[in-house]
């Protein structure tokens, strides 16, 4: 079975944690995935070759591997460069998820360059994107799928509301790659309403593995923090 085919109709777990973050250690990480996978995930995405081999160590989903650096001069901040994608193969990544928008790239690569660098290694490419154009154009170069990853909401009533309408339109445009619904998925209603809008899998981060930023939301409720 291909590792695409492993992700279908399924919820990846994002085990990421933001510097600052005292979760911000392999293996809690890799703690993390192992629950998702007991929970019934289908694969888990990662940042940076530590976690990622520690994740390949405690669970045997399929591991989309990521590197978030940010460079001068770029707002790329997902995997920019090629030389940021290769140590995440060799600590295990099965899949490299890299920002696919037309933003200058340090070094002046092209999405469509990484994504033939990476095919030609064997090794599918899931292209976060932030818009139609983006995504048509990443399937065009041969992304193996396309996420929705770099989408603002959808409403500045709900900046918290993920935008399933670019699931749907990308879905419904014939693209060549299956879509995967990433970005502000947290609740099984979200998830669901993915799925019915076209999505091949759904990604969940903050939702499940931000011990921090859950806990900041709802200690903000109390009167010990808000002083209300
Ligand atoms: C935009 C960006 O940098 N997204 C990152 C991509 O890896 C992560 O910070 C997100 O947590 C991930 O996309 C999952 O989304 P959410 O945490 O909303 O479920």
Known sequence: MSVI?????????????PVGSPLRQPAVMAAMASAAELAGAVGVRAEGAAD??????????????????QVPGSDVRITPTLADALPLLDAGADLIALDASDRPRPGGER???????????????????????????????????V??????????????????????RLAESGIDAPVVAEGRYATPEAV??????GAYAVVVGTAITDTLALARRLCAATPAVSGG
């Open 111 to 145: 999405v469509s360059d990484l994504i033939a660098a990476l095919d030609a290694r064997g090794v599918p490419v899931m292209a976060d994107v932030g818009d139609h154009r983006c995504g048509m154009a990443a399937a065009g170069a041969g992304a193996a799928l």
């Open 52 to 69: 990622i081999a520690a994740i390949k160590d405690a669970c045997t989903l399929p591991v989309i591997g990521i590197r978030k650096r």
């Open 147 to 168: 996420a929705t990853t770099l989408a603002p909401s959808p409403t500045a009533s709900d900046p918290d509301a993920p935008d399933v309408g670019l699931v749907r």
């Open 192 to 197: 669901a309403v993915a799925f019915a809008a």
């Open 5 to 17: 085919s492993k992700l279908a109709g399924g919820l990846i777990v994002s085990c990421q944690a």
